[in-house]
C-alpha cells in the first residue's frame, strides 16, 4: 500500500474517532443543559431585615449577622452579611428579577479576615457573563482573574433560600448551577435532594419542616481526583417551613473550599429590659423565639 494510501486511511480513521469523541461528550452534557431550567416565581419576594447567627456544629458562635432585602419592581436586592468576632466579614450581594422566573442580575461577594484562609472578592454580571475574582495567594500576592461564562438559567449563587421557598414538590429541579467562589471561576451542579421532614418545637408547639440536601457535583473525572484527594465540598442542608407562605428556617454549609460547616439560624434581638433569668436562658441559646429544630443525625 502506497505511504499516500495509509496517510488517507489514518486522516479518515482519526477524522471519524474525533467526531465520535465529539458526539459522546455533546451526550455527555446533553442531560446538564436539559436540567438547566429556571425556577418559576410562586411567592413574590418582598422587604425585609432578618437578624442571623452562624454557628459551628458543636454550636459555638463566632458571628452574627444582618440579611436585608429590598424591592423596586420586579427586582430585589438581597444582602447578607456576618460579622465574626475575629474581625472577619462575609458580605454577599445578590440582585435578581422574578418576572415569572427567578434570574440572577448580578451577584458580589466578599470574604477576608482571620476566618477565611484565602481572602476573596468576586462579581458577577448574569446579563454579559462577566466574571471577576480578586483574591490573595498562599504567598500574600494580590491576583486576579477575569473570566466571561455562558450564564445558565438556573444560575443560584445568593438565591438557594429562595428557590427552595418556591420549588413544587412534584416539578422539583434535580440541580441548580452554581457559580464557584474560587480564584478560578468554575460553573458547577448543585444537586438537590428532598430528605423528608423534619420535626422542630415553637414555644412548645409541634411543626415540621422540609429538609433538602445540597451536593456539589464536580463532574465525572474531576469529582472522583476531588474525592480521592479528599477535595470534594460536604453536602448542604437547607429547612424550609411550607405552607402558605413558606420560610427559611436553617441551613449548614461550607463557605469556601476546604471550610468547615457552619450553620445560619434565625435569631432574636435581647432587650436589656428583659428579665435576669429569662436574659440568662437566651444568652444560652442565642436563639430567643426562634424555632428549635432537632438535630439531624451525622
Not at 28 to 35: A, G, I, K, N, R
Amino acid at each position: 500500500m502506497a505511504v499516500s494510501s495509509i496517510l488517507r486511511n489514518s486522516a479518515r480513521a482519526f477524522a471519524r474517532s474525533r467526531s465520535l469523541l465529539a458526539i459522546a461528550f455533546a451526550i455527555m452534557l446533553w442531560p446538564q443543559f436539559l436540567s438547566a431550567e429556571p425556577i418559576a416565581v410562586r411567592y413574590v419576594e418582598g422587604s425585609l431585615h432578618g437578624f442571623l447567627v452562624l454557628r459551628t456544629l458543636d454550636g459555638k458562635a463566632p458571628a452574627d449577622g444582618d440579611v436585608t432585602q429590598t424591592v423596586r419592581g420586579d427586582l430585589v436586592t438581597n444582602r447578607l452579611v456576618f460579622h465574626f468576632k475575629d474581625g472577619s466579614l462575609f458580605d454577599q450581594t445578590t440582585v435578581f428579577s422574578q418576572r415569572r422566573n427567578f434570574k440572577l442580575v448580578s451577584y458580589r461577594l466578599t470574604q477576608k479576615g482571620p476566618s477565611f484562609p484565602q481572602p476573596l472578592e468576586m462579581s458577577i454580571d448574569g446579563t454579559s457573563g462577566q466574571v471577576d475574582v480578586r483574591y490573595t495567594d498562599e504567598r500574600g500576592q494580590v491576583k486576579e482573574a477575569n473570566e466571561r461564562l455562558h450564564m445558565p438559567p438556573d444560575l443560584a449563587n445568593g438565591m438557594i433560600g429562595t428557590l427552595l421557598k418556591n420549588v413544587r414538590s412534584k416539578e422539583m429541579p434535580k440541580s441548580v448551577s452554581l457559580i464557584a467562589p474560587t480564584p478560578k471561576p468554575r460553573i458547577v451542579k448543585l444537586a438537590i435532594e428532598r430528605a423528608g421532614q423534619d420535626p422542630f418545637s415553637l414555644a412548645g408547639s409541634r411543626r415540621s419542616a422540609t429538609h433538602y440536601v445540597l451536593k456539589v457535583e464536580l463532574g465525572t473525572i474531576p469529582g472522583l481526583i476531588a474525592a480521592l484527594a479528599g477535595r470534594q465540598p460536604p453536602d448542604s442542608h437547607v429547612w424550609i417551613l411550607d405552607g402558605e407562605v413558606p420560610t427559611f428556617l436553617k441551613s449548614e454549609q461550607p463557605f469556601y473550599v476546604g471550610s468547615p460547616v457552619w450553620r445560619i439560624e434565625l435569631a432574636s434581638p435581647l432587650s436589656r429590659a428583659t428579665p435576669e433569668a429569662s436574659l440568662k436562658a437566651d444568652e444560652r441559646t442565642n436563639v430567643a423565639a426562634t424555632p428549635d429544630l432537632v438535630p439531624r443525625a451525622e
